[in-house]
C-alpha cells in the first residue's frame, strides 16, 4: 500500500511516500518559511524523485492534530484537496501519537511536548510493548505542570521531545524528580514518515474516511474564538 503523508502542525513541514515497510522518500524543513510555501512544491518533489504518479497513491495520511491553527488548516486542505482528486481515502493521525512514533521501540515512557501558547502545551504520555505503541494518556491540551505532576506519580524514566521542550525545559527540570533526558536533534520533530506508519496500521484497522468528511482536530479553541466568546459573556453580564 502506498501513502501520501503529511504534517504541517508545528513549525516542521514534512511529508513522506511510504510503501509497506518502507520510506520511499521524506522531505522535511523547519525553517522560517510559511507551510502554504512549502509543503506542495515538497510534495511534488519526492513524488518526482520516486516517480510517482499521484493518482495511484492508495490513501492520503495527515496529522489532523493537535498543532499549530493555521498549520493544520494548510495541511488538511492539502490532504483533502489531493485526496477528493484523485478519489482516494484520507487518514487522519493524531499528531502527538505520530510525534512519539519518533521513538519507536523505547521502554521508557515517552513524553511528547508541543507548544500550544500561554505556557500549555499538547502532551500524550506513552511506551512501547512488543514492538507497537501504547496510550498511556491520550493526546490532551493543558499545563505543563499538570504533565510533570503525572509523570512524578508514575516516577518511571521518561524522554521528552517536541517543539516544547526547549519552552518548558526549565519547568521539567525544577518541577520533575523521576529520572528524564531528551532526544537528539534528529528524531525530535514530527516527521511525516510516522504519520505514514501509524496510517498503514489505522487502514488496517478501517480508520479512514472520505475527503468530504475529514477535518482538523484542535482540541481547544482558538485566539480568535477565546476572545469571541470573552466578548459574548461581558457583553451578557452587562445585559
Known amino acids: 500500500m502506498k501513502i501520501l503523508s503529511i504534517d504541517s502542525s508545528g513549525l516542521t513541514a514534512s511529508c513522506a511516500i511510504t510503501e509497506g515497510d518502507c520510506v520511499l522518500a521524506e522531505y522535511t524543513v523547519s525553517y522560517k518559511k510559511t507551510h502554504s510555501e512549502t509543503l506542495m512544491p515538497m510534495i511534488e518533489a519526492i513524488c518526482a524523485m520516486t516517480d510517482?504518479?499521484?493518482?495511484?497513491?492508495d490513501a492520503v495520511a495527515v496529522a489532523k492534530g493537535p498543532g499549530s491553527f493555521t498549520g493544520l488548516r494548510i495541511g488538511s486542505a492539502t490532504a483533502k484537496g489531493i485526496a477528493g482528486a484523485i478519489k482516494k481515502p484520507v487518514i487522519a493521525v493524531p499528531t502527538v501519537d505520530a510525534l512519539a512514533m519518533n521513538l519507536w521501540g523505547c521502554e521508557d515512557i515517552v513524553v511528547p511536548l508541543m507548544?500550544?501558547?500561554?505556557?500549555?502545551?499538547?502532551?500524550?504520555?506513552?511506551?512501547?510493548?512488543?514492538?507497537?505503541?501504547?496510550?498511556?494518556?491520550?493526546?490532551?491540551?493543558g499545563p505543563v505542570d499538570d504533565v510533570i505532576r503525572t509523570l512524578n506519580d508514575?516516577?518511571?524514566?521518561t524522554v521528552f521531545l517536541g517543539d516544547g521542550v526547549p519552552v518548558f525545559r526549565?519547568?521539567?527540570?525544577?518541577?520533575?524528580?523521576?529520572?528524564?533526558?531528551?532526544?537528539?536533534?534528529?528524531?525530535?520533530r514530527q516527521r511525516a514518515a510516522c504519520?505514514?506508519?501509524?496510517?498503514a496500521v489505522y487502514y488496517s484497522e478501517g480508520k479512514y474516511e472520505s475527503a468530504s468528511d475529514h477535518r482538523p482536530d484542535y482540541l481547544r479553541m482558538s485566539q480568535a474564538?477565546?476572545?469571541r466568546k470573552s466578548r459574548d459573556n461581558d457583553r451578557l453580564r452587562q445585559a
Do not use: W
Request: glycine residues 8%; proline residues 2%.
Open 154 to 157: 508514575m516516577g518511571k524514566k
Open 170 to 188: 526549565e519547568q521539567i527540570e525544577a518541577g520533575l524528580s523521576a529520572e528524564h533526558y531528551y532526544a537528539p536533534s534528529s528524531c525530535n
Open 115 to 141: 507548544d500550544a501558547r500561554r505556557n500549555e502545551t499538547y502532551s500524550g504520555i506513552y511506551t512501547f510493548e512488543n514492538g507497537k505503541l501504547k496510550i498511556l494518556k491520550s493526546q490532551n491540551a
Open 195 to 199: 504519520v505514514g506508519v501509524l496510517a
Open 225 to 227: 474564538e477565546r476572545e
Open 52 to 57: 510517482t504518479e499521484i493518482s495511484l497513491v
